[in-house]
């Protein structure tokens, strides 16, 4: 994925452009996305394209997506944790997500 966004983009609009697709359990038309921050990037890190993945970064903002990444409980696939650790330039074993999958077994596979 070409990197075309930095860490100073900051969120412009009041809702992201994302697909449905994306949030399919969700009422899309009644998305908090500001209050469901978490989920929303969750989602789009471990089932986005580069499109939407630039999209969420656009939205949030770089220093958020990151700190979701890092420091939050989300669920990542495997080789969704190192697209995401490639794209923020840092290390799986800095990710909650990774230490999670580890500490209950589930290794890296």
């Not at 939407?52 to 420091?71: H, P, S, T």
């Not at 909650?96 to 209950?104: D, G």
């Amino acid at each position: 994925m070409k990197n075309t966004l930095s860490p100073k983009n900051e969120a412009k609009s009041e809702n992201p452009n994302l697909p449905p697709r994306l949030f399919w359990e969700f009422i899309y038309e009644k998305m908090k996305w500001q209050t469901g921050y978490e989920t929303v990037i969750e989602r789009v890190l471990d089932r986005g394209n580069d499109h939407e993945i630039e999209e969420l970064i656009r939205f949030y903002g770089w220093d958020k997506v990151l700190m979701v990444l890092k420091d939050r409980p989300i669920y990542l696939m495997d080789h969704c944790i190192e697209r995401a650790c490639k794209l923020f330039g840092i290390n799986k074993e800095d990710t909650v997500c990774y230490k999670r999958k580890v500490e209950r077994g589930h290794g890296w596979l």
